[in-house]
């Protein structure tokens, strides 16, 4: 049963264009909230698992690639924030001047290193792997016009041995995502966020 919110509530948008698994579990950590709210979920693929995934919420999903159809339904659900998850796309640069401090995005590794144009996904976690180094983690950061560059909100480190696979490094990274990604976003949205990082 989906708890009735209050009138102002605090309304997320959440931009995927995977599997969904960040978005099933930040839908599943507010549903319990009063003041807030995921609105609506919005994909620029078909036919990939976030939709199928999340067919079981009472969350409007929408599949469309063009940001100013992206901008109505953003509007009619009265959206406050965007939370990005996995969403494999540049936005452009009106989109985020006009929710400018307003777009959060997860990256499954310690930025500023290994971000930017095609590091996402498998390709982040196997380019770490073969660096070498010996820490990686995620990182939370504000949105704008350029890959990875915005303020980084939150960042947790964990050390990575060297039996590790890139798989293995996958999978404990994800864990941080599914951990602190909904608790960041809380403090993000009710303003009692403050720079966060975590060993």
């Given at each position: 049963?989906?708890?009735e919110?209050?009138?102002?509530?605090?309304?997320?948008?959440?931009?995927?264009?995977?599997?969904?698994?960040?978005?099933?579990?930040?839908?599943?950590?507010?549903?319990?909230?009063?003041?807030?709210?995921?609105?609506?979920?919005?994909?620029?693929?078909?036919?990939?698992?976030?939709?199928k995934?999340?067919?079981?919420?009472?969350?409007?999903?929408?599949?469309?690639?063009?940001?100013?159809?992206?901008?109505?339904?953003?509007?009619?659900h009265?959206?406050?924030y965007?939370?990005?998850?996995?969403?494999?796309?540049?936005?452009?640069?009106?989109?985020?001047?006009?929710?400018?401090?307003?777009?959060?995005?997860?990256?499954?590794?310690?930025?500023?290193?290994?971000?930017?144009?095609?590091?996402?996904?498998?390709?982040?976690?196997?380019?770490?792997?073969?660096?070498?180094?010996?820490?990686?983690?995620?990182?939370?950061?504000?949105?704008n016009?350029?890959?990875?560059?915005?303020?980084?909100?939150?960042?947790?480190?964990?050390?990575?041995?060297?039996?590790?696979?890139?798989?293995?490094?996958?999978?404990?990274?994800h864990?941080?995502?599914?951990?602190?990604?909904?608790?960041?976003?809380?403090?993000?949205?009710?303003?009692?966020?403050?720079?966060?990082?975590?060993?």
């Amino acid at each position: 049963m989906r708890i009735e919110k209050l009138e102002n509530a605090i309304n997320i948008a959440i931009f995927a264009s995977g599997e969904g698994s960040n978005a099933e579990n930040i839908i599943q950590y507010f549903e319990p909230f009063l003041d807030a709210n995921v609105a609506c979920v919005i994909s620029n693929k078909e036919n990939v698992g976030v939709l199928k995934r999340l067919r079981r919420y009472k969350v409007p999903t929408y599949c469309t690639k063009w940001y100013k159809e992206m901008d109505r339904i953003l509007t009619k659900h009265k959206v406050h924030y965007i939370v990005l998850d996995g969403y494999l796309d540049k936005i452009p640069i009106n989109f985020c001047k006009k929710y400018m401090y307003k777009i959060i995005n997860i990256h499954p590794a310690l930025l500023p290193r290994f971000g930017g144009k095609g590091m996402y996904g498998d390709n982040v976690h196997q380019a770490v792997k073969k660096s070498g180094v010996a820490e990686t983690g995620i990182s939370i950061h504000i949105v704008n016009e350029e890959y990875n560059t915005g303020k980084i909100i939150f960042q947790k480190i964990i050390k990575i041995i060297p039996e590790d696979t890139w798989q293995d490094i996958k999978s404990k990274v994800h864990e941080l995502e599914l951990k602190f990604y909904p608790l960041v976003i809380e403090k993000f949205i009710k303003g009692t966020y403050k720079y966060l990082y975590e060993r």
